[in-house]
């Protein structure tokens, strides 16, 4: 099966202007930056995590190190790319350290109120593709977003985990399988 690279537009093409702007010390240019790509790495932090209070909080320490590094940036890579990667490392390093406990809480379930309409299926009947990554095992979870939804190569995100290139592309294929299962029921 070959990998699935999910491609969303990176709003960095338009951005070197605002960049030049942020890095001269314009902070509202970083408010739209920050605004522009704050979507994108919540729903990173928050697919990494699967818990929305330390997604939400990664998500602000990313930009505090994206504007505290910020004359980093080397424009090699888009500006949202270079986001990606701060917040990837910065998961990945609370990940190890151990601050941070990846359990899903109360307020991570989705009530809905009997007012509420009833979100639409998945076709199937399935779980939607979020719920079903939300559930996966940690380790899991992180090798399916770091090689599908980010593209790393296995070597990188071996590097990354501390775990063996093989290890990497068996925890893939049992992401996949778990997702496949998931979103077929």
């Known amino acids: 099966m070959e990998a699935a690279i999910i491609q969303i537009p990176d709003p960095s093409s338009a951005s070197g202007g605002l960049v030049a702007r942020a890095r001269g ?3 509202s240019a970083y408010e739209r930056l920050y ?19 330390e997604a939400e ?3 602000q320490q990313t930009f505090i190190r994206a504007w505290e590094k910020l004359d980093t940036f080397r424009g090699e890579a888009g500006f949202g790319a270079w986001l990606r990667k701060i917040a990837v490392n910065f998961v990945l390093s609370e990940r190890r350290s151990g601050r941070r406990r990846y359990e899903h ?6 009530v809905v109120e009997p007012a509420e309409a009833p979100r639409p299926a998945p076709v199937g009947g ?13 380790r899991a979870r992180l090798v399916f977003i770091l090689h ?11 590097d990354r985990l501390g775990i063996a290139e093989g290890t990497s592309k068996s925890q893939l294929h049992h992401a996949r399988r778990i997702l496949r299962e998931a979103l077929n029921s």
């Open 25 to 27: 010390g314009d902070f």
């Open 35 to 53: 605004h522009q790509h704050v979507g994108r790495i919540h729903g990173l932090c928050m697919r990494m995590t699967a818990n929305r209070g």
């Open 57 to 59: 909080d990664m998500t």
């Open 105 to 110: 809480t109360v307020e991570d379930i989705q």
């Open 126 to 138: 399935g779980v939607d593709l979020d719920r079903a990554i939300a559930l996966l095992p940690e």
């Open 148 to 158: 599908d939804v980010e593209g790393f190569r296995h070597h990188e995100i071996g």
